[in-house]
């Protein structure tokens, strides 16, 4: 099992580096900012939280992230 | 020569026809004031000036060239500020320019002194912050500041001083009156306070057309009368004052003196006192602006 | 061209400080990692499931994954990267004639047709890097795990998909030359595939169908060649020029 384990590395450490970035950046941009284009702050945080790990920021970004 | 000349320029959009034969000109170094109410007109004009419009009728010539509704080469020499400037928050206001520069060819050295020049002017030289957190008054010193970038012939500012507060009109005026130095600005407005304080020429615009369109000096010239207003402590002695002055009109309460000479005022002083009238309030009202430009409009 | 150079710039900058280019290069490094990690879990999830499916009396045999299990995850996976592109930049055009942010500059000289094409070569290069750099780690895993060189024509089919992925960008601009809106724009592309996708149907035309660019199964299998790309590859590259072509009257006639 340890060797399995072993084998898997080399895809899970960059993938849940990307997608923990990609989660900390949503999560920091939602506290930093009071208004979303669409929805509010306790949608934008379930949705980003619990959407299957890259998918709830990137929807985030889409649809809830003011345009500067 | 004139910087612009607009002729007979009208523009529907479907059955509303917004102008209707607006024709003036601006000669150089003058600052000129476009005066009009909220939808007379004033932004249509400046944008078929600009090209942003595709006019039904008449020719507009900047600096002798023809505009051509698109891509329209007078642009070169115009500097434009819009009614609500619109830029983008991510960047600070001496990028901003940059970009402005370089779009109009100037080489980088160049832009580099026109910005922090023009920053001066407008008091943004130490703000060093993104566009996206500036306020009203700051949008609208960078707007001018744009404006101005390619030293352009022709300044158009649309209402540049209407959201603003008393200093931070003020402040604009002071850098209107500074710019107009280097180039001739068309500024529309309905504030005439701003007018009479800066404009050299004026243009009323009511309906669609030019009302009318002349030098300050002219406007200075209709002014001459005065009238008298007096307000009574009484209403019943209304009829009294009336019967002995037949040219005093009755308007909101008030009566009105028109024409009114320093005789007539110390005659009609003369009579309240002999016949011990009360009064709460008498005026000499010069005419101003405001009453030619309503006389104008025919209100 | 100095108004293109200097627009060009621009959108570089904006994407890069609104976050754009960041996130949406985060999107292909994940589904570039994706394709080769869900190709290595398939056996795992069938060992899992394998009890309950031989209680159904369902047998599995031994699954044995290469390359190619990875490559074709590639192909199920590009369109959801590309849509999320696709969303991104629908209103890139749009945003900007609403908002009026481009009549300072357009009063100043700027052509209409330099911000038509900056806009679009800035979309053109976020989306050939993000491609290639999902190309490049899936194919540095599927080599790592298997082996490449039981796959063909990798380099070729994923050229197709950067044509197809330059149609649905001339889409964008096109769209924009006329719509009031990104969702505007985006339906009209939504519209644009499900027409290609309705006529797919019809098999006579399905090889000359820019759809066609994104089978690339076969192509991996040795069961087309690249020839049997040729006439959707150039009709494809086509319809993107006139696309480009139509949008620069159309946006100079635009009311900004």
């Given at each position: 099992m340890n060797t399995e384990i072993r084998e898997y590395l080399p895809l899970l450490i960059p993938l849940v580096i990307v997608q923990f970035s990609l989660l900390g950046y949503s999560l920091f941009h939602i506290f930093r900012h009071k208004s979303y284009k669409h929805g509010n702050r306790a949608i934008w945080l379930v949705v980003v939280l619990v959407g299957m790990n890259f998918i709830g920021p990137i929807l985030y970004f889409i649809f809830g992230r003011e345009e500067e | 020569m004139n910087v612009l000349e607009v002729r007979e320029v009208s523009k529907s959009f479907g059955s509303?026809?917004?102008?209707?034969?607006?024709?003036?000109?601006?000669?150089?170094?003058?600052?000129?004031?476009?005066?009009?109410?909220?939808?007379?007109?004033?932004?249509?004009?400046?944008?078929?000036?600009?090209?942003?419009?595709?006019?039904?009728?008449?020719?507009?010539?900047?600096?002798?060239q023809r505009v051509s509704y698109g891509n329209t080469p007078t642009n070169g020499c115009i500097g434009y500020l819009p009614d609500v400037p619109e830029f983008y928050g991510y960047m600070n206001a001496r990028e901003y320019l940059a970009l402005c520069g370089r779009i109009t060819g100037m080489d980088s050295g160049d832009v580099r002194k026109r910005s922090s020049e023009l920053l001066e002017l407008v008091g943004l030289d130490k703000e060093n912050h993104r566009i996206k957190g500036y306020s009203r008054g700051m949008k609208q010193r960078l707007g001018i500041a744009q404006a101005l970038i390619n030293r352009p012939k022709l300044l158009i500012l649309d209402e540049p001083t209407s959201a603003l507060d008393p200093v931070g009109r003020k402040e604009i005026l002071d850098i209107i009156s500074a710019?107009?130095?280097?180039?001739?600005?068309?500024?529309?407005?309905?504030?005439?306070?701003?007018?009479?304080?800066?404009?050299?020429?004026?243009?009323?615009?009511?309906?669609?057309?030019?009302?009318?369109?002349?030098?300050?000096?002219?406007?200075?010239?209709?002014?001459?009368?005065?009238?008298?207003?007096?307000?009574?402590?009484?209403?019943?002695?209304?009829?009294?004052?009336?019967?002995?002055?037949?040219?005093?009109?009755?308007?909101?309460?008030?009566?009105?003196?028109?024409?009114a000479s320093d005789r007539d005022c110390s005659e009609l002083m003369a009579f309240l006192a002999a016949q011990n009238i009360p009064i709460t309030r008498l005026e000499r009202h010069e005419s101003d602006l405001e009453d030619i430009f309503m006389e104008v409009i025919g209100k | 061209m100095k108004g293109f150079i200097a627009f060009f710039e621009k959108e570089v900058r904006e994407l890069v400080r609104t976050k754009r280019l960041l996130i949406l290069l985060a999107v292909f490094v994940i589904v570039g990692i994706m394709d080769p990690a869900v190709a290595k879990l398939t056996p795992k999830l069938f060992e899992l499931m394998a009890d309950d499916l031989s209680e159904q009396g369902i047998v599995l045999g031994e699954v044995k994954v290469t390359a190619l299990d990875s490559w074709t995850q590639f192909v199920k996976n590009m369109p959801m990267a590309l849509i999320v592109l696709l969303i991104m930049f629908?209103?890139?055009?749009?945003?900007?004639?609403?908002?009026?942010?481009?009549?300072?500059?357009?009063?100043?000289?700027?052509?209409?047709?330099?911000?038509?094409?900056?806009?679009?070569?800035?979309?053109?290069?976020?989306?050939?890097?993000?491609?290639?750099?999902?190309?490049?780690?899936?194919?540095?895993?599927?080599?790592?795990?298997?082996?490449?060189?039981?796959?063909?024509?990798?380099?070729?089919?994923?050229?197709?998909?950067?044509?197809?992925?330059?149609?649905?960008?001339?889409?964008?601009?096109f769209f924009s030359s006329f719509s009031g809106s990104g969702a505007q724009v985006l339906l009209g592309c939504g519209a644009v595939y499900f027409a290609m996708t309705m006529a797919g149907m019809y098999s006579k035309a399905k090889e000359y169908l820019p759809t066609r660019l994104c089978d690339s199964v076969p192509l991996y299998k040795g069961e087309l060649v690249p020839s049997d790309y040729t006439a959707a590859a150039v009709i494809t590259a086509a319809i993107s020029a006139v696309l480009v072509l139509a949008a620069l009257p159309l946006t100079h006639r635009r009311q900004v």
């Open positions: - | 509303k026809k917004v102008l209707g034969g607006v024709s003036f000109s601006v000669p150089e170094n003058c600052v000129f004031g476009f005066i009009g109410r909220n939808g007379a007109g004033k932004t249509t004009t400046m944008r078929a000036v600009l090209g942003l419009l595709e006019t039904d009728g008449g020719e507009i010539d900047v600096c002798g710019a107009k130095e280097q180039t001739s600005v068309i500024f529309s407005t309905h504030i005439l306070s701003d007018v009479e304080r800066i404009c050299s020429r004026v243009a009323f615009l009511e309906g669609g057309r030019t009302a009318f369109e002349g030098g300050i000096d002219e406007i200075r010239a209709m002014k001459g009368d005065t009238a008298l207003e007096l307000s009574l402590a009484r209403s019943s002695d209304t009829d009294r004052v009336k019967a002995a002055f037949p040219a005093a009109e009755l308007i909101d309460g008030k009566l009105v003196f028109p024409k | 629908g209103g890139i055009y749009t945003s900007e004639y609403t908002k009026g942010t481009l009549i300072p500059l357009l009063t100043k000289g700027l052509s209409r047709s330099s911000v038509v094409l900056s806009k679009l070569a800035a979309m053109l290069l976020t989306w050939s890097a993000g491609l290639w750099l999902c190309y490049g780690i899936t194919y540095f895993y599927s080599d790592w795990y298997w082996d490449n060189s039981a796959v063909n024509r990798l380099g070729f089919a994923c050229f197709c998909w950067w044509l197809f992925g330059v149609l649905m960008i001339c889409c964008i601009v």
